[in-house]
């Protein structure tokens, strides 16, 4: 059986950091691209970032370009997602998911983990 099991959220000031871990069981991380997204209240849920299992290129929304950072370690089989410069907008559930293709769009991702809270706030 599949399943992601998202951890590491919680309550950060803005400026602060934050490392979210999705870590893997059923599956190997390397054999599927890995996605993140994040819903906020009476928001549709947007994607974050991706890895691809081919060759660990990643992929960003513009809105975390250069502050948040995707990486995978295989033999944890866990992919993380390193948030810096957290600012009070980044404020969402934030979701791991499994898919074959690696791109921003939560259509085609068919295996999702049950989402960590972050909150960013003075």
């Known amino acids: 059986q599949l399943q992601l099991v998202e951890s590491g959220g919680g309550l950060v000031q803005p400026g602060g950091s934050l490392r979210l871990s999705c870590a893997a069981s059923g599956f190997t991380v390397d054999y599927y691209d890995i996605g993140w997204f994040r819903q906020a209240p009476g928001k549709e849920r947007e994607g974050v970032s991706c890895?691809?299992?081919?060759?660990?290129?990643?992929y960003y929304a513009d809105s975390v370009k250069g502050r948040f950072t995707i990486s995978r370690d295989n033999a944890k089989n866990t992919v993380y997602l390193q948030m810096n410069s957290l600012k009070p907008e980044d404020t969402a559930v934030y979701y791991c998911?499994?898919?074959?293709?690696?791109?921003?769009?939560?259509?085609?991702?068919?295996?999702w983990g049950q989402g960590t809270q972050v909150t960013v706030s003075s």
């Open positions: 998911a499994a898919s074959r293709l690696c791109v921003l769009w939560r259509g085609v991702y068919d295996y």
């Open positions: 890895i691809s299992s081919t060759d660990g290129s990643t």
